[in-house]
Structure formats: structure tokens, C-alpha cells
């Protein structure tokens, strides 16, 4: 039975769940309801922070063509959640929406809804494997995937601008093309991901930061394909199964004059 409670104005349906009385606000699902699915109402267009966090029984949701926002924090800590289907209609996701949810495997996200992957969004999704960041986004937050130990395979959309710092790290990434148009990858961002073998780097990477591939330990194989400006320290600590880098036949002259440490391991395209 639905109920009205006018002195915080807010709604409740029928499975306890608390809305805005207009209903366009999700406001908040509480864990003790032990909704295993449920079915978002058509017309809310956010939900708010800490909506469904914690509802470690819920699996299954259903999310309305009407939403635009998903707030901080909104499914953090669903361990049972395994599937996340993003509607069209959706603009914003915020720092942490899906953080931990554990048991996560399945993620679409269609072209040309949000433009940043938030900090921590998918931080511990264990159990998710593979996604395709969608055409539209230009920046990965902070930590937006990190320490999802079984991510295999990323594919990152010509958009992109910008991965943030320790965006990636601990993952299970095995091949990494980045693609043309990234201007800058922060410190850390790809750290740690342990089976990693090899890299493409796109000329429009002028600097590669402090441990973005350090602890890389599978890390054979690196392609930059234009002049870098600076290499820095521990950018590659750790990398032991480091093999080659490769570079513009035209530069190879430059690469070994301007980063002396790496001369031995330099092959031309």
C-alpha cells in the first residue's frame, strides 16, 4: 500500500521505497526491505546519494528511460547487484554510484550519454571482466575502476581526454591501446595491473608520469608513436619482463639521447 507523508514530503510505494512526492526523486531504499528487484518508476530523474547502498540483497534493477543523474554513492555496496544497464536518458553518474558492488559482471553503457567515469564509480567491482567505455566520455575520474582485479579487457573510446590518477590500478589488463586524443594520463593510473604485456602509446602523449605502468611485471612490449618530452621517475619501476620500446624510426636518435636508461631496449617501428 502506497503512502503519503506530507511533513517531509516524500512518498513511499508499495516495497517501502521512499520518493519525492512529485516521484522524480529516488530518495532512498532501505537495506532492511530485502529487495531482491526492483523496477525504478518511470518519470524519477534522480537518484539520490546513498539511495540502495548496502541492499546486499538486491540483484536485479531496473533503471528508467526519464533518469539523468545517479547519485554518490547510490549502489555502493549492493554485493548482489550483477547487472547494470544505463538508459539513454542518463547525463551524470557520481563519485562512487557502484563502488563494491561485487558480484557486478555485466555493465552496458550506451554512446553519448555521460562524459566522465566519476572517481570510484566501479572502485572493487571484482567480478566484472570486460566493458566498453562508451563514445562521449573525456575523462576517467580518480580510481574510477581501480582494484577491479579481473577487468581483462577496456576498450576506451576516441573521446577520451583524460584518465586521472590510479584510474585503473590493479587490474586485469592484458593489452592496452590508448587511443588517439588522450592529452594526459595521471600518476599511477594503470599501476600495478600485473598481466599486463604490452602498450600502444598515441603521439598526442607528450609525458608519462610518475608510476603510471610501475609494478607491470608481465610488461613486455611499449609503443610510442611520437616524441615524448619527459619521461618520469618510476614510470616503469618494477616492469622486469620489459622487452622492447619501440619508436619512429625518425626519433630513435632523439629517444636514445634523451632518455639514456631505456637505450638498450629501443627497436624502430
Sequence with gaps: MSDTNDSINTWKDEYGVVYSLNRKRLIRANPSLGLVSYNILDGT????EHAFDFCHSLNEIDLPESLSVIGSFAFIGCHSLKTIRIP?????????AFEECTSLNNLFIPNNTI??????TFRRCIS???TVIPESVDT????????????ESIVLPT????IRKNAFMGCKIKSLIIPSGIVDIEANAFCSCEHLTDVYIPQTISYIKKGVFANCYSLQQIVFSGRLIQIENDAF???N??????????LIDYYVKSFPAYKELYSVL
Design 159 to 162: 573521446s577520451l581526454r583524460y
Design 140 to 151: 576517467i575520474a580518480e580510481y574510477a575502476f581501480c582494484l577491479c582485479s579481473n577487468l
Design 115 to 120: 562524459f566522465e567515469i566519476a572517481q570510484d
Design 88 to 96: 539513454q536518458s542518463l547525463k551524470v553518474i557520481r563519485q562512487g
Design 45 to 48: 530523474e534522480i537518484i539520490e
Design 237 to 239: 619501476d618494477r616492469c
Design 241 to 250: 619482463s620489459l622487452q622492447r620500446i619501440v619508436v619512429p624510426s625518425s
Design 128 to 130: 566484472l571482466q570486460a
